[in-house]
Nanobody, 119 residues
Framework: QVQLVESGGGSVQPGGSLRLSCVVS????????MAWFRQAPGKEREFVAH????????AYAEYVKGRFTISRDNAKNTVYLQMNSLKSEDTAVYYC????????????WGQGTQVIVSS
């Protein structure tokens, strides 16, 4: 049984920082991909970043590159998203998701955590 539980969302002013956490159970083998997506009101869900559990290789969407950092802690079975220099357009519900390497579709999702960037 795979479970993903996000936390760390909240309200922050533009230019501020937040760190999101995703505790993972049932899927921590090296071949799995862990990712963060986000969905703003009235918009489609979009990719933010991913990390390979084993190799720790990462990839980012252009609109967060240089501001967000994805990482994972094997000992804690946790994936993080450090978000710096936040902008109002980063306001969204952020979701943690996972898929097998070589498979396109993400098959497990967390419940989401709200991030609001506003002055």
């Amino acid at each position: 049984q795979v479970q993903l539980v996000e936390s760390g969302g909240g309200s922050v002013q533009p230019g501020g920082s937040l760190r999101l956490s995703c505790v993972v159970s049932g899927r921590t083998k090296s071949s799995y991909i862990m990712a963060w997506f986000r969905q703003a009101p009235g918009k489609e869900r979009e990719f933010v970043a991913h990390v390979t559990w084993g190799s720790c290789s990462t990839a980012y969407a252009e609109y967060v590159k240089g501001r967000f950092t994805i990482s994972r802690d094997n000992a804690k079975n946790t994936v993080y998203l450090q978000m710096n220099s936040l902008k109002s357009e980063d306001t969204a519900v952020y979701y943690c998701a996972t898929r097998r390497a070589g498979v396109i579709a993400y098959d497990y999702w967390g419940q989401g955590t709200q991030v609001i960037v506003s002055s």
